[in-house]
């Protein structure tokens, strides 16, 4: 983000929660050029989060409760004027960027409507899914692949949040892909690839960490994963399944309702396409993806104890 320039390198501590019934800890909270990282006291990675994304409820001057998206079960409470402003700051630049509601905006999404309509009679349903998916700003591109992730916790969950496997998660991904955004979740259950949502969210299943001995198989689902987010647009797929009025309501609005969200998390969950195979295969996988005991907490993210 361009409106934390002078922020960059910035650093303060926090209280961290991964869920509800998870205690607080103490971590280190940095501002990267596009994500808040949040490290353990040793330094290693716990969470990356879109600065894009984030959501800041202010309780007074100087403190503040940040989750990763509104409605997120995981939050961060932080007590650093410097930081805080400079997240406002990011606050400030979105909503500026957001639509506004009034008389003539809705005369226009009406008419959009109309018009986005009759051309998805002559362009056809595809054309209309790309463009929706083209147009949408990036900020809410990733929004609303956090609401699809919270979505299907909701059907297929809930995550699997023990905080060794949720560090062992976050130090895979720094090892796969360094330095970006990409957000691992560990679901419950058994399927046949990884679900890939829009914005960097990928979620992988307990057959995926916990049914293998070696490390390199759990990276090798993670790095198809990765290679279909580079190669694939996730949002046109799931658009092209659920219809042409969903594209048009991305379109006309950015927004989406409840019931197309839930259809989306479905279509998601249900995608049985192959995940896309790397022509390169990640550092991680030529060599040991994690640590004796960071993979022995990640297989036990979804039974620990």
């Known amino acids: 983000m361009t409106a934390l320039k002078a922020y960059e ?14 205690q607080r800890r103490e971590v280190v909270v940095s501002c990267g050029q596009a994500t808040l990282i949040l490290t353990d006291m040793q330094n290693r990675p716990l969470a990356h989060w879109s600065l894009a994304a984030v959501d800041v409820q202010t309780h007074k001057e100087d403190a503040a409760t940040l989750r990763p998206a509104p409605g997120s079960e995981e939050s961060l409470e932080i007590s650093d004027k410097t930081m805080l402003d400079a997240l406002l700051k990011v606050q400030k630049a979105i909503d500026r960027s957001r639509p506004h509601p009034g008389r003539v905006r809705f005369i226009l999404a009406v008419s959009s409507v109309v018009l986005l309509s009759f051309a998805t009679l002559i362009w056809g349903p595809q054309a209309m899914t790309r463009y929706a998916s083209n147009v949408l700003p990036e900020a809410k591109r990733i929004q609303l692949g956090q609401v699809l992730a919270q979505r299907i916790g909701q059907l297929a969950g809930p995550y ?15 090892r796969l892909a360094p330095n970006t955004a990409l957000e691992l979740r560990v679901l419950p259950g058994q399927r046949a690839a990884p679900v890939v949502l829009p914005g960097g969210k990928v979620i992988v299943f307990d057959n995926m960490v916990g049914q293998s001995d070696d490390p390199a198989v759990t990276a090798a689902y993670v790095a198809s994963a990765i290679a279909t987010l580079n190669q694939v647009d996730p949002l046109g797929i799931f658009l092209e399944d659920a219809g ?51 993979w022995l907490g990640l297989q036990a993210i979804c039974n620990p104890g």
């Open 244 to 294: 042409p009025f969903v594209s048009i309501s991305l379109i006309t609005s950015n927004e989406l309702s409840s019931r197309q969200v839930d259809q989306l998390a479905k279509i998601a969950l249900s995608d049985q396409r192959s995940p896309a195979s790397t022509a390169q295969p990640p550092l991680a996988l030529h060599t040991t993806p994690l640590p004796d005991g960071a």
């Open 9 to 22: 390198r910035l650093e303060c501590t926090g209280l961290w929660r991964s869920g509800p019934a998870m």
């Open 160 to 174: 699997c949040t023990s905080p060794e496997g949720i560090r062992s998660a976050a130090l895979l991904v720094e």
